[in-house]
């Protein structure tokens, strides 16, 4: 009998929300991975402290623009989640790549860098984006891509010779690839970046804690704004390490959203693939530290992360959430925002001499 009402006692116990946690969670840990606590490797580079330092400085470095004023860090802002915190305006914003700016934080989980994906990797996102001609870039339909390659090939030979007239570049650069020849070679700016921004990741975040055990890192609002994430179908397409990043979706699956958040202009992967089914068709962005990262959408069309949960319930999902369903989902994406990198700024090296002339 002492046997029997134990055992049942264990039973009730069990069948409570104790249970409930432990079926969400393993739920859950099928379709999310928590960040690791240690940078990943970039296959085929090692990541040496010379070639860190290296990266670091040309991160925060505006001579590797045509115009020498924008560098990586002007519009991914370390103390602004990684993004530029701005609306997209006509600014470099918009001369750099036509869309809202992606964060660069734990963009190393992503299968691909930017909106449409034609970047493969990160040294391909970087030598691609500052180090390109501003001048060179328009909004045009279908999504902004270089329009002259000649001069974009100029303006890659103009940022080496630039940086060969640096000394202290000279030999950072000798440091970080002592085993060529010619170490100050446009690869190597893309390279070096990459490693950097490789380590900009956010580990630790209320929800990573959860995944591995701990229940109490999610308040009970969270959980059930978990939960709705995976019934109504947001994690189909939002999950994996960085809950999203990893494909692309057509924008407006259920219905079209309003032209301030898809404008007609803007045709999306298409004009990358130029396969009709990839019209209109984004990355997945990832909704790591989400709370930080405003303002939402390709455009920048909202601040308000409510709006945009509501907006991709409707276009996406078919569903009009309630207020109560968008508060607990909010809080659930609360709950994704982790441990910033801690980043002390370079001292970058003086230039001993005239920059080199732009060709007219």
Same mark, same amino acid.
């Given at each position: ?67 020498? %004023? ?97 000394? %202290? ?44 055990? %701990?229940?109490?890192?999610?308040? %009970? ?140």
């Amino acid at each position: 009998m002492r046997f029997s009402l134990t055992a049942s006692l264990v039973a009730l116990l069990m069948s409570g929300p104790a249970l409930a946690d432990v079926s969400l969670r393993d739920k859950a840990k099928e379709l999310f991975q928590p960040i690791p606590s240690t940078p990943p490797a970039i296959p085929g580079e090692t990541a040496t402290p010379e070639k860190l330092a290296l990266g670091k400085m040309l991160y925060f470095e505006p001579r590797l623009s045509q115009t020498h %004023d924008v560098s990586c860090a002007d519009c991914h802002n370390l103390s602004m989640g990684g993004v530029d915190g701005g609306k997209l305006s006509g600014g470099h914003n918009a001369q750099l790549a036509g869309r809202e700016v992606l964060t660069v934080m734990n963009a190393i989980f992503n299968k691909s860098q930017y909106w449409d994906g034609r970047a493969s990797d990160l040294a391909d996102q970087v030598v691609n984006s500052v180090m390109a001609n501003p001048k060179a870039m328009l909004k045009t339909r279908g999504g902004p891509m270089p329009i002259n390659p000649t001069e974009h090939a100029a303006a890659k030979q103009r940022a080496v010779e630039q940086f060969k007239r640096i000394p %202290d570049y000279v030999t950072a650069f000798k440091k970080a690839f002592p085993e060529q020849s010619d170490p100050v070679a446009y690869d190597n700016f893309g390279r070096a970046i990459a490693l950097f921004e490789a380590t900009l990741i956010t580990p630790d975040a209320p929800f990573d804690r959860w995944l591995k055990g %701990d229940d109490q890192a999610l308040s %009970d609002a969270q959980k059930e704004g978990l939960k709705l994430f995976i019934d109504k179908g947001c994690a189909t397409c939002h999950n994996g390490v960085n809950v999203g990043g990893a494909m692309f979706a057509r924008f407006g699956v259920v219905k079209q959203p309003a032209a301030e958040f898809l404008p007609a202009d803007d045709w999306g992967r298409f004009a990358v693939t130029k396969a009709i089914a990839d019209k209109y068709a984004y990355k997945v962005p990832s909704l790591r530290n989400v709370e930080l990262t405003a303002p939402y959408f390709h455009t920048g069309a909202t601040f308000d992360l409510r709006k945009a949960v509501a907006v991709m319930g409707e276009s996406q999902l078919g569903a009009q959430l309630s207020a109560d369903e968008i508060d607990k989902i909010v809080a659930f994406l609360n709950s994704l925002t982790g441990r910033q990198p801690e980043v002390v700024l370079p001292i970058l090296p003086p230039r001993t001499g005239p920059p080199v002339a732009q060709a007219q």
